[in-house]
């Protein structure tokens, strides 16, 4: 089993940034890879980035390329999503996700979930 907690959202405004990181524990590098989705109420669970545990390899959707950068520190069994340039439509929230290939973008090929942690990005 994998366990994910994630942390560092908060309430910012346009332009702004945020951290956010996951903190995993258990099996974690069975998985090929973690990656971070995002989810509004009412909408499905959004890809957002991801990174292989070893080599690397980054992947992310193109809402968020070239504002989001996804790293890993695998000696702290933890990945981090830095967010630049925020978006009102940004405001979600965000998940961190184990047990995928990294060039997965579906929430349901992903195994482990944390419970999220909520961004808000204000006008």
């Known amino acids: 089993q994998v366990q994910l907690v994630e942390s560092g959202g908060g309430l910012v405004q346009a332009g702004d940034s945020l951290r956010l990181s996951c903190a995993a524990s258990?099996?974690?590098?069975?998985?090929?890879?973690m990656a971070w989705f995002r989810q509004v109420p009412g909408k499905e669970r959004e890809f957002v980035a991801s990174i292989r545990w070893s080599g690397t390899s980054t992947y992310y959707a193109d809402s968020v390329k070239g504002r989001f950068t996804i790293s890993r520190d695998n000696a702290k069994n933890t990945v981090y999503l830095q967010m630049n340039s925020l978006k009102p439509e940004d405001t979600a929230v965000y998940y961190c996700a184990a047990g995928g290939y990294y060039l997965y973008t579906l929430h349901s090929q992903y195994n482990y979930w944390g419970q999220g942690t909520q961004v808000t990005v204000s006008s």
């Open positions: 258990g099996r974690t590098f069975s998985s090929d890879a």
